[in-house]
DNA sequence: TCAGGTTCCATGCATTGCACAGTACCTGGT
DNA sequence: ACCAGGTACTGTGCAATGCATGGAACCTGA
């Protein structure tokens, strides 16, 4: 059992909290430029300030997502290593991601508006 | 059993997960400013856009905070109706607030950079 | 053969927003 | 005096989600 990528092994409470809702559409985000498979998703994510996680939140969440019908997989052979399967985004994908995207900056704004005096 | 203050009833799924975490730090950010009381805040937080909520929400909040030690409070009589229960900011809220305010532009960015093509 | 890296999957827990239901106080009309 | 309606607070239970933990399968190289 190896440990995750990521060397902290996690952050203060309130980033934790944070990602929740977040980190879905982050994923969704990263699929818009074409197909990634797990751990590929886990360094994307991981390379970005504050968005550090792990296989134990990545694979639920894909499977949530795959459920959902909100990605399609398939897989690929490995030039080292297991098959990985790769993840794309389906219309309905890119409907959630576009709802989010449309929601996101009010949201972001508002707290804003309330932690900036 | 009135309705809540807000007058949808509720919000997309996104927009409610989105909450999640930050709720909490909004709350502490208006106590910033002053005691308030449970409806007051329910009244600040639902005129900014996105931020609309329920005292099923607030409530079950405001006790969590004041479990974990970061709001204090004091009942007061009210001019019409029962008496309210101001809320306060311990030192402890306030470095948690401290805290939020450091760690929030990091992802607020974050989150745009993924997000933003 | 076997140790180690890579990749994937599933289970269980804590947190949190929210719907729902209930309690208590005050005011005003009849 | 009585009661309807508004104000304000409280508690319970559910669903969603990040995450720790454990494990299985595949490949490479010594």
Same mark, same amino acid.
């Given at each position: 059992?190896?440990?995750?990528?990521?060397?902290?092994?996690?952050?203060?409470?309130?980033?934790?909290?944070?990602?929740?809702?977040? /980190?879905?559409?982050?994923?969704?985000?990263?699929?818009? &430029?074409?197909?990634?498979?797990?751990?590929? =998703?886990?360094?994307?994510? *991981?390379?970005?300030?504050?968005?550090?996680? +792990?296989?134990?939140?990545?694979?639920? =969440? =894909? +499977?949530?997502?795959?459920?959902?019908?909100?990605?399609?997989?398939?897989?690929?052979?490995?030039? +080292?290593?297991?098959?990985?399967?790769?993840?794309? /985004?389906?219309? +309905? *994908?890119?409907?959630? =991601?576009?709802?989010?995207?449309?929601?996101?900056?009010?949201?972001? &704004?508002?707290?804003?508006?309330?932690?900036? &005096?």
């Amino acid at each position: 059992m190896e440990p995750d990528i990521a060397g902290k092994p996690a952050a203060g409470k309130a980033e934790s909290q944070l990602r929740k809702g977040v /980190l879905e559409y982050c994923v969704l985000a990263i699929l818009r &430029d074409g197909p990634r498979y797990g751990v590929e =998703l886990l360094e994307t994510l *991981g390379a970005v300030n504050g968005m550090v996680t +792990s296989q134990g939140t990545i694979y639920p =969440l =894909l +499977s949530r997502l795959r459920r959902d019908g909100l990605v399609e997989t398939r897989w690929q052979e490995s030039p +080292s290593g297991p098959p990985r399967r790769y993840y794309e /985004l389906t219309p +309905s *994908g890119h409907a959630a =991601l576009k709802e989010f995207t449309a929601i996101w900056p009010h949201f972001r &704004d508002a707290v804003d508006h309330f932690i900036t &005096d």
